[in-house]
Nanobody, 126 residues
Framework: QVQLVESGGGLVQAGDSLRLSCAASGRIFSSYAVAWFRQAPGKEREFVAVISRSRGVTRVADSVKGRFTISIDNAKNAVYLQMNSLKPEDTGVYYC???????????????????WGQGTQVTVSS
């Protein structure tokens, strides 16, 4: 069973930066697609970014393009979401998700991921 643990959330001001981390229970990042989703109160879970080393895929949502970067650190067995120039609309719970067999067209849809972390809260004040 794959276990994912997010960390790095917090309360920041608009324009600040945060780096979220997703740690896994095993060395899965070479073969799994790993994504970040976020969910604001009263809204549906929203795709933020995905990386798949085996498939050669790295994507970020248009809403965060140019501000957020997703990366893998094999030495630390972690996936990072570097978030710069944060805006109040970036506020939400950020979740890490992973799946071994997901296809490219499904990577942006939360319903297709089998493994999820518990989430980490990000709050951006104006």
């Amino acid at each position: 069973q794959v276990q994912l643990v997010e960390s790095g959330g917090g309360l920041v001001q608009a324009g600040d930066s945060l780096r979220l981390s997703c740690a896994a229970s095993g060395r899965i990042f070479s073969s799994y697609a790993v994504a970040w989703f976020r969910q604001a109160p009263g809204k549906e879970r929203e795709f933020v970014a995905v990386i798949s080393r085996s498939r050669g895929v790295t994507r970020v949502a248009d809403s965060v393009k140019g501000r957020f970067t997703i990366s893998i650190d094999n030495a630390k067995n972690a996936v990072y979401l570097q978030m710069n120039s944060l805006k109040p609309e970036d506020t939400g719970v950020y979740y890490c998700a992973a799946d071994r067999t997901i296809i490219l067209s499904s990577m942006f849809d939360a319903r297709h991921y089998d493994h999820w972390g518990q989430g980490t809260q990000v709050t951006v004040s104006s």
